[in-house]
């Protein structure tokens, strides 16, 4: 599709309502109004075209931007080129999703928590959403010294910028999803936080509440060792039980065994078969219609 053929379908897909809610949550014109079912099917049939993504970038209109994050190939983005992207971002869910679709996949991803620097509220959003999105869905952070994270977003948090504050907290609760000391210091902070305060605009959002995030992590993963060590346990007294099962089997196969199951038939249980004469007698005496 072309840019032209691309931004007339997205007029086309738009609707009122959605449009509405996209002012709602901050999201600055133009927009259409798509919401993200139709730009998913739209993704579809466009498939991988970064010439076009570039495009859709540079309209500045929200839903092609939000497009341009499905259709460009992430992983042939230079440094410098997702750096320019990140720089222009302008509200907090093409922040989210440029992170899900284009940060996370890029070669550069651990280079790009850099941003978590930035004094710009995008950038650093950016910086922190990747931190968590890296913990979480990735394991590209396993064996490093996470422990500064907790200390910078203990300091750092409560002088951040209002957005940079939702991704701050959202990285504390996935350093407190990684267990043992780490969990432990990443929850004695969410306390010492409180919960976080976030400006939400005319929405029904809500921040989640760090520490408690942390503890109901915790107690699921409790659970889940209680299970496998239950089933661990079931596990050792398992091998009897088949034994027990071949020992009736053969049994039951013993020509002397003596089973409810196959009891020796002997003649006295066999009902007495009427003979041809008396059937034939009977059938005589039946009256006629």
């Known amino acids: 599709m072309t840019l032209d053929e691309t931004m007339q379908e997205l007029e086309r897909l738009g609707s009122p309502q959605t449009r509405k809610t996209y002012l709602r949550h901050g999201a600055p014109e133009p927009l ?8 998913g099917v739209l993704k579809k049939r466009i498939g991988t075209a970064p010439t076009l993504a570039r495009s859709l970038w540079a309209s500045g209109h929200t839903e092609a931007r939000l497009l341009a994050t499905m259709v460009v190939d992430a992983p042939a983005l230079s440094w410098t080129e997702l750096g320019a992207w990140a720089k222009s971002l302008d509200w907090h869910t093409l922040t989210d999703v440029f992170v899900t679709n284009v940060a996370l996949r890029s070669p550069h991803a651990l280079k790009a928590l850099e941003w978590t620097r930035s004094s710009s ?32 977003i203990e300091q750092e948090l409560p002088t951040a910028k209002n957005r940079v504050r939702e991704a701050m907290n959202s990285a504390l609760i996935a350093l407190g999803a990684q267990g043992g000391a780490l969990q432990t210091a990443a929850l004695a902070t969410a306390k010492r936080l409180g919960k976080v305060e976030v400006d939400q605009g005319d929405t029904a959002c809500e921040t989640p509440d ?13 659970d889940t060792a209680a299970a496998k060590s239950k089933r661990g346990a079931s596990d050792k007294a398992a091998p009897d039980a088949p034994r027990t099962a071949v020992a009736k089997k053969q049994a039951r196969k013993s020509p002397g065994a003596v089973t409810r199951e196959s009891k020796p038939k002997t003649a006295a249980t066999k ?13 005589r005496t039946r009256p006629r219609a």
């Open 32 to 39: 259409s109004g798509v919401n993200f079912g139709p730009l």
């Open 121 to 152: 509220e995008w950038v650093g959003r950016a910086g922190w959403q990747l931190l968590a999105s890296l913990l979480v869905k990735t394991t590209v952070l396993a064996g490093e010294d996470l422990a500064p994270w907790v200390k910078r």
């Open 210 to 222: 760090a520490a408690q995030y942390i503890q109901k992590i915790q107690a699921r993963k409790g």
């Open 271 to 283: 009902p007495a078969k009427k003979s041809a004469k008396k059937r034939t007698a009977s059938a």
